[in-house]
C-alpha cells in the first residue's frame, strides 16, 4: 500500500514547486498551495483558515482588501453609516444597504417599492406616509388632501393660494 505523504498534488499557486501530501498544502482560488505559500500578496499573511479575495490572480487578506486601496473603495450606506460590501442600494445619489433603505416615518422596507423624497432629497418615505405628512391641508376642514383609495394622484382645488378638496371648495366659497 502507498504512503499518502508521497503523493504530488500538482505544482503550487504560488511558488511553482511540486506539493506533497506530507507538506501541508491547501486548495483555494482553484489552485492547489503549500500552507506556508498561502498568504495575503500585500501583507504576507497566511491566509490558511481565513477569508481571502482575489483580484487579477493575486490573493490578499480582508483587511487589505477592504482597507488599503487593492480593491475599489466601497460605498458607505447613507443610512447606517457602515461600509457596504454586499449589495448597494443607489436612490437619489445615495448609497443603502438594501436592509437600511427604510421609511423614516413607518420603519417599512422600502426595497422594490414605490418612495417619495422631501425636496431636499434627503428623508425618504414610503408612498402613503408622504402623502400624510407632506400633503397640502384643505383651508376648509384642515385635513390633508390626499389620493383616493387605489389612486396615485390628488384632485385639489386652488384659490387665493389655499387647497382645498374637491367637496370642501364649494362650502368655502359660501362662507366667503
Not at 498544502?25 to 497566511?46: D, E, L, N, P, Y
Not at 385635513?143 to 384659490?159: F, H, K, N, Q, Y
Request: aromatic share 8%; hydrophobic share 30%; glycine share 8%.
Amino acid at each position: 500500500m502507498e504512503d499518502n505523504c508521497d503523493v504530488c498534488f500538482g505544482a503550487c499557486g504560488r511558488c511553482r514547486e511540486a506539493v506533497h501530501g506530507a507538506d501541508g498544502a491547501c486548495r483555494a482560488a482553484g489552485q492547489i498551495f503549500h500552507s506556508k505559500c498561502f498568504t495575503c500578496s500585500s501583507c504576507c499573511k497566511m491566509l490558511t483558515g481565513e477569508p481571502f479575495y482575489t483580484i487579477s490572480g493575486k490573493i490578499y487578506c480582508e483587511d487589505d482588501f477592504l482597507y488599503s486601496g487593492v480593491h475599489p473603495k466601497l460605498e458607505v450606506c447613507s443610512s447606517c453609516g457602515h461600509l457596504i460590501s454586499d449589495n448597494v442600494l443607489q436612490a437619489c445619489g445615495t448609497s443603502y444597504h438594501p436592509s437600511c433603505f427604510r421609511c423614516v416615518v413607518c420603519g417599512q422596507s422600502l426595497e422594490d417599492q414605490p418612495f417619495s423624497v422631501d425636496t431636499d432629497n434627503k428623508k425618504v418615505y414610503c408612498v402613503s406616509d408622504y402623502h400624510r405628512v407632506k400633503a397640502p391641508r384643505c383651508a376648509a376642514c384642515k385635513m390633508p388632501i390626499l389620493p383616493t383609495e387605489g389612486s396615485t394622484d390628488c384632485i385639489r382645488v386652488v384659490s387665493l393660494n389655499r387647497s382645498f378638496h374637491v367637496e370642501c371648495f364649494g362650502s368655502e366659497v359660501d362662507l366667503i
